[in-house]
């Protein structure tokens, strides 16, 4: 791959590869933007949700995924939390010069794949291709549109005391599954990344539990950083239960020799819910019925105080503070 | 003591400062002023006591020194101004003037053990306070522990719902009674009342156990076996027979506790010294009115179960400091276990019905009573090392006493410095004073950082403490230390963030009164490990102190940290580390392959750890000496593979060594020769392995490699210092010893000497631990030096 000057070379790029990797036709005039109906929320209290996300990950292919389905599920699930329907992407690649054309087209098959799975379709885009060292092979940027149905309103500041926490299933699987790709460290472990869309689940979740307060995707920073974000931003504390948070043998494994906690592991398909106690069980079931909850778990609740703090109750009566991450995961003990 | 008519009856002013109300100074005064035949007054105001006294020149003369000699117990003067009192009629009696309210200077009182003369009459039947468990006077009892707010009167403290009776009150206005203005001075009439009940509070009568009350109820239900719950003055404990192991094993197991050594009370010396060692300093300390935990040798055959401090050479012991204690322990001839009343690594419990829920399925019976702890105390924990009583955690008896401030140290903002992570304590300077709060523990605990925040707002109140600035560790992680940047930010002070190590040094500089513009000090700081200025993490360092600057000099050989915080936990990774740093994994496993750390290393995944270590992939790089012991003693198999308690290596390491051994060493020790590491004087640990693995080969026993390493490391430490001395060539021929691995006796006692003996005078820490629990006093005095350049 050259550095295109948005001439020709860029336009076999796009004609040749990208659009029908990705499903579109090359017949179809190219225009500058797309244009997208929403009848469905003309005039019916329905509101449209809007995000974008960058994508870079070292390597470009893990067990479980690569780069391209990260792509697509990470802004799919941007867009799910917040109660949304996802209806169409855009993509954009920045591409590093050199980058060989096999390896694109394989993330261009595998975010096509994604986008099928997920139920949306990619719409618009762009490509460039940057001088080699100006990137890192590729990077990708998704932005997407979906719908958010007339109800649903989920907000932090619904947080109540008493509410309960739901977790989707293992943590730290897409965190490990990195590390183990990356190969420098002859870790030996069977892990995947549990990169997955999330809308189905969350669709699932919010008509069993329709007074759900709130739902956050579970990503970098891994659960504690998604606590801390609820408990400060709704001035409530938090109290997870060791035991009751679901961490694979595998990469409980990973974290004891490495010294990782799995709190602070990334995800790419985990939620974490905030439901009210009463709708709690019906909650837990609506998540256990879908594919992607199966493993799910009540993990802790929301206690009135300290406003802003999260607890750990470990498996010995220890409580311990669940901080954001503060640069590595640096040693305090003296 | 300057008048004009030095032999005339004449007036004399004297303003005393220090710790002098509340004690039963102005008493004191009283009765020493009729003896001598002086008229005159006494008061306590803002600033300590006044005392005006008139009289012949002759009398005067010999009254300081006769009020000098009778000082009460707990009064303590940390300053003395006379001048002349005019007056214009001499005043024909000696007065005792009613307070005058102001702003308060003079110290809190910590909580002091009961006196002999409260004992004797709590022993005595023929007293009405015979088994009154709250028995106390001037001169001794709760001080601290139970005060909400000053000035310390009674209705300031958790005394105030118990109205004095007839008796207590005359006792009370009597300025000839041992009891004149005790605040918590209390009967069986008037006082709180001990109570015993089951833990479910289900009914049961006291002639179940043909007691005397509930005291000897609950010292009989100790004696068959059972776990009490016992409230003490400074929180709960939890109590069981001591020689019972069966009990003890079943304490262990409930609180989740397996391996940290227990402390035990005994009813008197002789009791102790059936199991201990007690030398002159052990038992002055186990007598003082402070009463700590002393850590003492074990007698050998010990007739306790080992589990009361599993593989420690040394016992904790205290002396009963309540009469409550007392009573219990009056028919015992062999010690209680009497460990603090808390879940894993949350703190002591004061609160009954607290205690009743947290530690519910512990304790099936609990000895309560109703006077609120309003302030947690643990109990102080000492050891004698090199020739000095030396305090390992400073919290009942101590805290918070006022620490006076070397020379130079005056006209000082209110600083407020918050301490580090584990064991923590905060210090405050007011008024050229330092106060450094109770040990707090470990604060990432939830209960402990929030009884941290409750204590701080008690101390800014009781103190009337307004902060002008802020000392923190320089660690980012800090919670202390994030808490002093939000408190920075929101009163818009002057933060100091201090390194770790500079503020060890200073703690020490402080505690022995090293003045303020005392040129750079040669500094040996060895702990667990503390933020470097590099960002790195340091622990291990050689170098120049003062107040005002810490400039490294020397390092141990960094090491890596595998798993970073695992590390800590798990010595054998530090064992691990070390191959790798000295002799090579593969060259490890071939020539010392029947090694029982062999074999437990065979079994990790060592191709991920050797990874680690090349890449530093959550293996960040340190040169803390604690983690080079925690190599050892898991190279030796003395550590357990997951520790449970912090330092435990290091402890059961040392505690491997038998009597006498340390002596025989001569050659065989193993030596870290000092290196070049760039501009720095390296301290390197590499060539201790081939030795120290070789003896483990061949058999030697591990007392004597142990010994060999405790001996190795001070001639080593010896050289490097002397070395740096050379190099850098500081104007006195000082040395300060500091950071938590100095609480290792073995090797203080071996440096000190080896020190003294070639002319250096060493300065290390026994007033305040050595280990972080000293180190917010040493982030005040940094920040206080900082404060007046
Ligand atoms: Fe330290
Ligand atoms: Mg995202
Ligand atoms: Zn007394
Ligand atoms: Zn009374």
Redesign the pocket.
Known sequence: LSHGSGGKAMRDLIEGLILPALGASSTTPLEDQARIDVPEIVGNGGRIAFTTDSYVVDPLSFPGGDIGTLAINGTVNDLAVGGARPTVLSCSLILEEGLPFAILEKMMCSMARAAQAAGVRIVTGDTKVVPRGSADKLFINTAGIGIIPKDVNLEIARIRPGDQLLLNGHLGDHGAAILKARGDLALDADVQSDCQPLHRIIAALLAAAPGTRCIRDVTRGGLATVLNEFAQGAGVGMRIVEDSIPVRPAVRGICEVLGLDPLYLANEGKLLAVVPAEEAGAALEALRACPEGTNAEIIGEVLPNPPGRVVLSSHFGGERIVDMLVGEQLPRI? | MNTVFADEPHGECIRVRGLVQGVGFRPTVWRLAQELALTGEILNDSEGVLIRIWGEAEDLKRFLPSLLESLPPLARIDKLECSDWVVGKPPDSFRIIASERGAIHTGVLPDAASCDDCVRETLDPFNRRYRYPFTNCTHCGPRFSILRKIPYDRANTSMAQFPLCEDCRSEYENPDDRRFHAQPTACHVCGPKARLRRQDGSPFSLDRFTSLDDIDAAANLLRTGEIVLIKGIGGFHLACDAANASAVNRLRERKGRPHKPLALMARDIEVIARYAEVGELDRRALLSKEAPIVLLKRREPLSLPDSVAPGMCRLGFMLPYTPLHHLLLRRWERPIVLTSGNLTDAPQITDEVEAIEALDGIADWILSHDRTIVNRVDDSVAVVAAGELRLLRRARGYAPAPLSLPEGFSGLPQILALG?ELKNTFCLIKDDQAILSQHMGDLADVRVWEEYQIQLARYRDLFAHEPERIAIDAHPGYHASQLGQKISEELGLPLDQIQ?HHA?AAAVLGERAIPIDHPLILTVAL??L?YGLDGALWGGELFLANYHRCQRIGRLLPSALLGGEQAMREPWRNTLAQIFLSIGLKNFIEEFPDLAITDWLKKQPLAVYEHMWRQGTRAPSCSSMGRLFDAVAAACSLAPERLSFEGQAAMLLEAAIAPGMIEKIDDGAYLLPVVTDGGLLGLDPRPLWQPLLSDLRRGLELSEISARFHVGLARSLYSWIEEGFQRANPDSRKIVLC??VFQNVTLLELLQTQLQDSGFEVLASARLPA??GG?SFGQALVSAARALS
């Open positions: 003296c | 580090s770790h060890h702990d667990g503390g950071g938590g280990n972080d180190l």
